[in-house]
């Protein structure tokens, strides 16, 4: 990737580090950025097992880059809505798991990336917020669905209303990180998770986050269903059969 990428990707040992690089705009999302991210992940190197995502100086993502804001007839609203799903749906999906570091501003749009990681780190400075009543919006990259999944409907409605911002401690509270880490150190901690991940079996780790998600919006019958199916096909799998060979073996 050059210098001038929106979005930078490099890949060590079957990690891969995507990094959004528009620091003096705070990372803020344009339709650019977007594109270049969907084009990372459509699909991503079989080579990769897990991506760490950041962003590139003291944010990681201050939404919706509203300087390129247009004023849009409603069905162009609802198309551009529907290409943030596209993006942040082939992130979430793609089979492969996500761990995020977040700093400095999580906000609006960059919340509802941020909800597209399977695992977040926030450090020290990290703070949330969604400030759509502010702007006079609704959110329309997915956060009624990933977002409300994490906080729910009712603090989440809360967030829009009053636009108030939660702490790194209170975004842990709540469900939008699952690590906190002092200042500078969600990179390291990132990589960390990354390595002990990647060494679960590529299968294993698509079921967990291909199906949780998918299983969370079903019934319960059919969610159990499904749980059926997914632990037949990776329980029985050979490499599956050759792993618990191993700690029978070490336990013996």
């Not at 890949?11 to 594109?35: E, Q, T």
């Not at 749009?109 to 399977?118: M, Q, V, Y």
């Amino acid at each position: 990737m050059t210098d001038t990428a929106l979005v930078t990707m490099d890949i060590n040992d079957g990690i891969a580090h995507v990094r959004l690089n528009r620091p003096a705009k705070h990372n803020a999302i344009n339709d650019a950025l977007l594109l270049e991210l969907e084009a990372l992940f459509n699909p991503l190197d079989d080579a990769i097992r897990v991506v760490v995502l950041t962003g590139s100086g003291d944010n990681f993502c201050a939404g919706l880059d509203l300087a390129e804001h247009q004023a849009r007839e409603p069905f162009e609203v609802v198309r551009h809505s529907q290409m943030w799903h596209r993006v942040f749906g082939k992130m979430t999906n793609a089979g492969i798991p996500i761990v995020a570091v977040l700093k400095g501003a999580v906000i609006g749009g960059g919340l509802e990336l941020a909800a597209t990681a399977h695992v977040r780190i926030a450090e020290d400075s990290a703070f949330f917020r969604l400030p759509e009543g502010r702007h006079g919006i609704f959110v329309g990259g997915g956060a009624s669905v990933r977002v409300a999944g994490v906080i729910g409907a009712g603090r989440m409605t809360e967030m829009m209303l009053t636009g108030r911002t939660l702490s790194a401690d209170e975004g842990e509270r709540v469900g939008l990180a699952h690590y906190r880490v002092a200042e500078g150190e969600g990179e390291a901690k990132a990589h960390e998770l990354a390595a002990s991940i990647a060494q679960n079996s590529p299968l294993s780790n698509w079921a967990m986050v291909s199906a949780m998600s998918r299983i969370d919006s079903m019934s319960m019958d059919d969610g159990l269903f499904t749980e059926s199916l997914v632990a037949g096909m990776t329980q029985t799998s050979p490499e599956v059969q050759a792993r618990i060979g191993q700690f029978l073996n070490r336990k013996k």
